[in-house]
């Protein structure tokens, strides 16, 4: 069956350094996104792309980066982390326009101390 | 722009009572309307949608009508389980956005 995987499910890192988190999808969709979920925040965007080298900014985007450069692939790198940048990120995909099919992974807890 | 209210929680409900988690938007065009729910340490699922006014999602029981004249889809059921505990998300899209609009997440607590 088709799958979106993200890793590490949980990760601690210290202030400062360069952080990666994967995701992996085997639905073949063009559209990729990273959310992150804070309390009192909801979901916020941060980058997506909709297929490859393609890539645009959320509207939470400052501190992070993506590459993409396979169609199943879209690693969010964290520059040089921060306490703010803790939270529970999202991956998420989709092919269809009108928010159709759009499947999350289960996420990754990132703690930044 | 978009956007999607939703009620605040938790809810907090005993088991069999009814369930109403209101939602209401704002949109430039004319949307189709989700309901996601998350469950205690997973991503986000489908629950329900409706693409036009006055349809009716409905899935696992839970239902939600398309009320154009008051823009809300208010989401309901009729009997709540203590495995329907968790967050739940009311979202729009317009047709021609990859990109859904997401509610702040509503959470529901079902006691025995």
């Known amino acids: 069956d088709a799958e979106i995987t993200q890793s590490p499910r949980h990760k601690i890192t210290e202030t400062g350094r360069q952080v990666t988190l994967a995701c992996h999808q085997t639905w073949n969709h063009n559209n990729m996104f990273w959310y992150r979920q804070d309390l009192g925040h909801g979901l916020r965007l941060i980058h997506y792309s909709y297929g490859v080298h393609d890539t645009n900014k959320g509207e939470v985007s400052d501190g992070y980066s993506v590459s993409r450069s396979n169609t199943e692939d879209l690693p969010l790198t964290l520059e040089s982390a921060a306490s703010s940048q803790t939270s529970v990120y999202f991956c998420?995909?989709?092919?269809?326009?009108?928010?159709?099919?759009?499947?999350f992974g289960s996420g990754t807890r990132l703690t930044v101390v | 722009g978009n956007s999607v209210t939703q009620m605040e929680g938790p809810v907090t409900l005993s088991e069999e009572a009814f369930l109403t988690i209101n939602c209401t938007y704002t949109a430039t065009g004319y949307p189709s309307l989700f309901w996601y729910v998350q469950y205690p340490g997973e991503g986000l699922q489908l629950l329900l949608k409706?693409?036009?006014?006055?349809d009716k999602g409905s899935n696992k029981g839970f239902e939600a009508t398309y009320r154009k004249e008051t823009t809300s889809f208010h989401l309901e059921k009729g009997s709540v389980q203590v495995s329907d505990s968790a967050v739940y998300f009311c979202?729009?899209?317009?047709?021609?956005?990859?990109?859904?609009?997401f509610g702040r997440g509503t959470s529901l607590i079902v006691h025995p």
């Open positions: 409706a693409t036009k006014a006055d």
């Open positions: 979202a729009l899209s317009e047709s021609g956005s990859y990109i859904p609009t």
């Open positions: 998420a995909s989709s092919e269809q326009r009108g928010g159709y099919g759009y499947t």
